[in-house]
């Protein structure tokens, strides 16, 4: 069975990544963020606190013409109580 990675923010498996992961400063491929929460080295929406990245995930999911499924799944991240076993959020 392989071992699967998951962005250190968000949760999301990391092989759900359309695009391979977030990127670094540099332009390489970050191996701990995705895509959608790490870009050219720095975090999407900035150093914000836990509280303020589900509000802007929530406001985010709003826009977004996502599936219903998709709308669960993005709640299912969004816990508190799972996004603080991340690394991003770890004594936060």
């Known amino acids: 069975m392989k071992n699967r ?10 092989d759900m990544d359309a695009n ?4 670094e400063k540099d ?7 995705c895509s959608h929460c ?8 900035g150093d ?3 509280e303020e990245y589900v509000k802007f995930v929530r406001n ?7 599936s219903l499924i998709g709308k669960f799944c ?5 816990r508190k109580p ?3 076993n991340l690394e991003r959020w770890k004594g936060k």
């Open 5 to 14: 990675q998951y962005c250190q923010s968000c949760g999301m498996p990391m």
């Open 20 to 23: 391979g992961g977030g990127t």
């Open 27 to 33: 332009g390489t491929k970050s191996a701990k963020y």
């Open 38 to 45: 790490y870009q050219n080295g720095e975090f999407v929406g």
């Open 48 to 50: 914000l606190s836990i």
């Open 60 to 66: 985010e999911n709003k826009k977004s013409k996502c």
């Open 74 to 78: 993005v709640w299912f991240f969004i």
């Open 82 to 84: 799972f996004l603080k």
